[in-house]
């Protein structure tokens, strides 16, 4: 089955403790995605990947760090989590080859930091 | 800059009626549109996918219609149900900048029993 495997799904932690957030996708897919969604701002573009070994800043890449050394890996990384981190974290993936095909996102990670 | 808009924010009908939530979008220079269900606090569902040479697709209840030429969107959900209760988001992606999805805000339905 296709998918975008996120995890943890949920996770509390406190201020200034690094983590990672882990996304692996099993289509082959060079293009891979991090979101935040928070209320009243919607879906924000964290970073991108367009292969391996290329990633990019989205919109609010501030606080966060990502890595492609496979491709079928993209984590997030937050070496020192603030408040303002606090949101749902979404990875999303699909071809290059042909943008005008479907991308498929993970199932989600809560992320609260206290 | 793109940008997507969905009306209205939220939507209340009863049970069995046919209703359609609208998606707007400024640059019509598109590859796809995309429809997505999110339940609360849940991920994200892909319901359909209407590529830029397409006008329409269905699947069971769902019909999504695109009209680039307007930069408008439709999604008709036909015979709601209580299980149709959710958040429908709509997103495009464009072809100045294939590396980016752009989501709206998306519109709260709500199907009273």
């Known amino acids: 089955e296709a998918q975008v495997t996120q995890n943890p799904r949920y996770l509390i932690t406190v201020t200034g403790k690094k983590l990672t957030v882990t996304c692996s996708q099993n289509?082959?897919?060079?293009?891979m995605s991090w979101y935040r969604q928070d209320p009243g701002l919607g879906l924000r573009q964290i970073y991108y990947?367009?292969?391996?070994?290329?990633?990019d800043k989205g919109d609010v890449p501030e606080g966060y760090k990502v890595s492609r050394k496979e491709k079928r890996n993209f984590p997030l990384i937050l070496e020192s989590p603030s408040p303002n981190q606090t949101s749902l974290y979404f990875c999303?993936?699909?071809?290059?080859?042909?943008?005008?095909?479907?991308?498929?996102f993970g199932q989600g990670t809560r992320l609260t930091v206290v | 800059k793109q940008e997507v808009t969905q009306i209205p924010a939220a939507l209340s009908v009863p049970e069995g009626e046919n209703l359609v939530l609208n998606c707007s979008f400024t640059?019509?220079?598109?590859?796809?549109l995309q429809w997505f269900r999110q339940d609360p606090g849940k991920g994200l569902t892909s319901l359909l996918l209407?590529?830029?040479?397409?006008r329409e697709q269905t699947s069971g209840r769902l019909n999504a219609s695109l009209d680039k030429s307007s930069g408008r969107s439709t999604l008709y959900i036909a015979a709601s149900q209580p299980g149709d209760s959710a958040t429908y988001l709509c997103?495009?992606?464009?072809?100045?900048?294939?590396?980016?999805?752009?989501f709206g805000s998306g519109t709260r339905l709500s199907i009273r029993p």
């Open positions: 999303a993936s699909s071809t290059n080859i042909n943008p005008n095909t479907e991308a498929f």
């Open positions: 289509m082959n897919h060079e293009y």
């Open positions: 990947s367009m292969n391996v070994e290329v990633t």
């Open positions: 640059d019509s220079a598109i590859y796809n």
């Open positions: 209407i590529q830029s040479s397409q």
């Open positions: 997103a495009v992606r464009k072809y100045s900048s294939a590396s980016k999805i752009i």
